[in-house]
């Protein structure tokens, strides 16, 4: 089945500590995302890209890091920087097709949690 | 990115009661997706309107796009238990180039009471 697969479910850090989330999809879709979802706010964009070897920063990038080297993989780094990082992440994907916005196909998402 | 508003934040409903809620933006939008998240689960995509006052159903829910696009509501006729969850709207993220990404309401969270 096509799909995006997040990885892991859940996942603790500890202080100082960089972790990173996977996301690879096989949808064949050039574009990418990470949002982060907190109680009551709704889904924030982080980081996004819509080509392979470029990416954007969306409204809350500070403490955050990705790569985009391969068509299917977007993985996120939640670095020491980020002083809040228990939330909920979610990877999205969507077609390219002209001008205009395509449906998102969500992940499952992990559950990071601060130890 | 662009703000979209979203009320209300929750609706608690008796089954087979309607529910609306609203999606509001400053600017104009060039289209509104709509998304529904179950509770544990992940966004899941309802619809797109395009077009200036665009009607569009999908059995009992009804989505609306505002003449001037800077609003759109989802109206569900007779909730059922089955559609308790999020309901988010969600404009482009900028207008100002090709990009594909967007911005999220806050959502409205729906509970159905049998």
């Known amino acids: 089945d096509g799909g995006i697969t997040q990885s892991p479910k859940y996942l603790f850090r500890k202080e100082g500590q960089n972790v990173t989330l996977s996301c690879e999809q096989n949808?064949?879709?050039?574009?990418m995302y990470w949002y982060r979802q907190d109680p009551g706010q709704g889904l924030r964009l982080i980081y996004y890209?819509?080509?392979?070897?470029?990416?954007q920063k969306g409204d809350i990038a500070e403490g955050y890091s990705v790569s985009r080297e391969k068509k299917e993989s977007f993985p996120l780094t939640v670095t020491s920087a980020q002083k809040n990082p228990t939330a909920f992440y979610l990877c999205?994907?969507?077609?390219?097709?002209?001008?205009?916005?395509?449906?998102?196909?969500f992940g499952d998402g992990t559950r990071l949690s601060i130890l | 990115g662009q703000q979209v508003m979203q009320i209300p934040q929750y609706q608690h409903v008796q089954e087979g009661e309607d529910f609306t809620t609203y999606c509001n933006s400053s600017?104009?939008?060039?289209?509104i997706q709509w998304y529904k998240q179950r509770p544990g689960g992940h966004p899941v995509f309802l619809i797109q309107?395009?077009?200036?006052?665009e009607v569009k159903k999908q059995k009992r829910l009804t989505f609306q796009f505002g003449e001037a696009k800077k609003n759109s509501s989802l109206h569900i006729t007779a909730t059922q238990t089955t559609d308790v969850g999020t309901y988010f709207c969600?404009?482009?993220?900028?207008?100002?180039?090709?990009?594909?990404?967007?911005?999220f309401g806050k959502g409205t969270s729906l509970l159905v009471t049998p």
């Open positions: 949808l064949n879709h050039d574009a």
């Open positions: 600017t104009t939008l060039s289209n």
């Open positions: 309107l395009v077009k200036s006052g």
């Open positions: 969600a404009g482009p993220y900028s207008e100002s180039n090709s990009g594909y990404a967007l911005n």
């Open positions: 999205a994907s969507s077609a390219v097709a002209g001008f205009g916005n395509q449906p998102q196909h």
């Open positions: 890209s819509q080509i392979v070897n470029d990416f």
